[in-house]
């Protein structure tokens, strides 16, 4: 692990990492949850309504809006309700995360405003 890169364990591990402008946190393993969560919901066999209504929307001509919300916006939200949001930290592990949050943030520089007079 590089110098700019730190990891912090958990149910689901992040990592930080540190570019010229910014802390990232890279939740990859979050997102393959969220992912998993989606296709779990599709693929439900005693609810297949989200599964109708995905087919639904790749039929173009019955996707018309209604009540003013796209049913591709109502899908999306119904399925973000089902899908993973949370990631649970001990009390230990949010601690390192903020350390290193603290840490990584601490070693970036904010860019001086630039004399006034130079602008065109």
């Known amino acids: 692990m ?3 890169q730190k990891h912090t364990t958990g149910p689901i591990p992040v990592y930080v990492r540190i570019t010229p402008a ?5 939740l990859e393993a979050l997102t393959r949850l969220v992912v998993g969560d989606v296709v779990d919901a599709l693929l439900d066999p005693e609810d297949t309504a989200l599964w109708d209504r995905l087919h639904e929307l790749a039929d173009t001509e019955r996707t018309n809006p209604q009540d003013g919300v796209l049913p591709y916006e109502e899908l999306v939200g119904d399925l973000t309700d089902r899908a993973s949001s949370r990631v649970p930290l001990t009390v230990g592990r949010a601690r390192d995360l903020a350390t290193t949050l603290r840490m990584l943030a601490d070693r970036l520089t904010i860019p001086r405003q630039q004399d006034g007079r130079w602008a065109a």
């Open 2 to 4: 590089t110098d700019d």
């Open 22 to 26: 910014a802390v990232v946190l890279d």
